[in-house]
């Protein structure tokens, strides 16, 4: 059902200083720079995705840490079935260019923060 990992999401108050720790203690390199506040590092062909949280007096400041899941299915909608089927309620399918992803939200987390993709779009 699941093929692979494709990449993690991390919240850092500073990017250079999360680069850093990244670089030195992971050996990681820079894969691309999309901005000042987001950078791609890979490993393994799964992408970590370095993005700069807000100011401390900006809502949503305190998040810091893994922020998103990305994972590769073989079929979404198969996945939303197993979901469901296990009690969950039915994630909305909402299309990302050429991949159709579920936003899940987990028990007990107040955002989505895990989210499953096919390429059948």
């Known amino acids: 059902m699941i093929k692979r990992l494709s990449g993690l ?3 850092v108050p500073e990017m250079q200083a999360a680069l850093n720790a990244f670089q030195r203690n992971l050996g990681l390199q820079v894969d691309r720079v999309s901005s000042d506040t987001e950078v ?11 993005v700069v949280t807000p100011q401390p007096d900006t809502p949503g400041a305190e998040k810091q840490g893994m ?12 996945v939303a079935a ?3 089927a296990a009690g969950f309620e039915r994630p909305p399918l909402k299309t990302d260019g050429k ?10 987390f107040t955002e989505p923060w895990l989210f499953i993709f096919d390429r059948k779009a």
């Open 67 to 78: 922020i998103g899941l990305w994972l590769e299915a073989q079929d979404v909608e198969a």
């Open 9 to 11: 999401d991390v919240a």
């Open 99 to 108: 991949r159709r992803v579920l936003d899940i939200s987990p028990p007990g």
């Open 82 to 84: 197993s979901l469901v």
């Open 40 to 50: 791609v590092l890979t490993i393994a062909g799964a992408a970590i995705r370095l």
